[in-house]
Each structure stands twice: as C-alpha cells, then as structure tokens.
C-alpha cells in the first residue's frame, strides 16, 4: 500500500504511476482510480456509427420547412426537432 504524504504547500495533485489521479474539489481532497479509455471497433458499434452519419446526411437535406414541421412535433416532447428527428430516424431502422 502505498502512503501519500502531503507536499510543503500543503496541495496533492498529479498521478502515482499512472493508476491514481489525486486533485481538490471544495477544500476536499479527492484520489480516484484513473479510467481507462477504449476504442472498440467492433461491428455493431460501426453499424450505429454509420446509422447515425446517414441519419445526420438526410437530416442536413432537408427542406426548412419540413425541419420546421420537426420541430414542430417534437414540441413538448423535451428535445429540440433535429433530436426528435434523429431518435425516429435511427429506432425506425432497427
């Protein structure tokens, strides 16, 4: 185990080789086990990726009017037209 003294200044911050992130927060001092970044690749995600990029495409053409008719429907639903537009878009085409 190891034992984490406090520097003349009275401040930790910084790594211990990698694995802990030491920072403050309200005069509070906070160690967490530092989080690992993945990028997985894998099939399905390549699907949703290329779902959505083809979701984003047909929403940027569009005529205004019919993003306004969105818009419109997605009123009171809590998300703006483009949001509510993209949800339809990717649920219709599971």
Do not use: C, H
């Not at 003349?8 to 906070?30: E, M």
């Not at 995600?45 to 008719?69: E, M």
């Amino acid at each position: 185990m190891a034992i984490i003294e406090r520097d003349v200044t009275l401040r930790r911050y910084g790594s211990l080789g990698g694995a802990l992130v030491y920072s403050s927060y309200k005069s509070l001092d906070i160690v967490k086990v530092k989080g690992r970044y993945t990028y997985r690749n894998t099939p399905v995600q390549r699907a949703n990726r290329a779902r959505f990029a083809l979701a984003v495409k047909t929403w940027q053409g569009l005529s205004v009017i019919t993003q306004y008719l969105w818009r419109y429907l997605a009123y009171g639903k809590g998300m703006s037209g483009y949001e509510y537009y993209i949800k339809r878009f990717i649920l219709d085409r599971r």
